[in-house]
């Protein structure tokens, strides 16, 4: 099982298991991958100690209002934007490639 452990309010993909990174208190049986939005380093620690695969992404850092729409973001915000989705992408490819991988909604 892959559990995302971020603080975002709006957004969620509903096959995804999210949880809400403030509220951690340890971890959970059965998870397999983990995914932490911004710096909470004690979900990071709790499951590389057991050995879950934990893949962590950064908060954007952009002054002012951050950009929502993937295909009108940044190659960095929008591989951010791809792994908090779940989606695989290779981290090599041109900002061409990595569009066609968004979903069309």
Known sequence: MELIY??????????KRYRNADLFRSVESGVTK??????HPMIVDAYEVLGV???VSEL?????????????MGVG??????TVQGIDYDPKAPKAEILKL???S
């Open 6 to 15: 971020t603080n975002q309010l709006d957004g969620f993909d509903p096959n």
């Open 53 to 55: 695969e934990v893949i």
């Open 77 to 82: 915000a929008l591989r951010e934007w791809l």
């Open 34 to 39: 983990v995914i932490v939005v911004g710096d």
């Open 102 to 104: 968004i979903p069309v």
């Open 60 to 72: 954007p850092t952009v002054q002012g209002e951050a950009e929502t729409d993937p295909a009108k």
